[in-house]
């Protein structure tokens, strides 16, 4: 039976991964996940398959902060900008706000990377524990005052 559900599980994450490349915006993995989850917890005494765990899946928060554009910074303007905040406090300031609108960004980034694994893929504990702890670092992160 399972494996029944994971072949036509297969072929619709296939054809959605493909609609997900070529649009920006991507909700077919989120119907994927919420029609493959709910046909295998329906009745399951596991909570953590009963949707709590899952939350972090469908919040749209992490796409809009994924879709925001990244500053992209070299290795030479870090270290520049490092031996100058030393001493200057307006810059340790200045570097702290960059780190905390920039950090949410791209945690949120590699949130959605995981997404777009396949489910069988995200169930391994393993890789559900980064997914975790990315998104914990990213809503910590996230609702800290500037």
């Known amino acids: ?8 599980f297969g072929g619709r994450f296939g054809r959605a991964l ?7 915006t991507c909700d077919h993995r989120r119907t994927i996940w919420n029609e493959f989850n709910a ?23 992490v796409q809009e902060y994924a879709m925001k554009p990244i ?21 340790q300031l200045k570097s702290a706000r960059y ?15 995981l997404q777009l694994l396949p489910y069988i893929v995200v169930t391994n504990p393993h890789i559900r524990r980064v997914y975790d702890a990315y998104y914990h670092a990213f809503q910590t992160l996230r609702v800290q005052p500037p």
């Open 1 to 8: 039976m399972l494996g029944s559900a994971m072949r036509s």
């Open 18 to 24: 493909s609609a997900c490349r070529s649009e920006p």
């Open 39 to 61: 046909s295998h917890t329906k009745g399951s005494n596991n909570s953590n398959s009963a949707g709590g765990e899952h939350d972090s899946f469908y919040d749209s928060t």
């Open 71 to 91: 500053q992209v910074l070299t290795l030479r303007q870090m270290l520049e900008f490092g031996y100058k905040a030393q001493t200057d406090k307006a810059k």
């Open 99 to 113: 780190v905390q609108t920039e950090l949410p960004r791209r945690l949120a980034r590699r949130l959605m990377d």
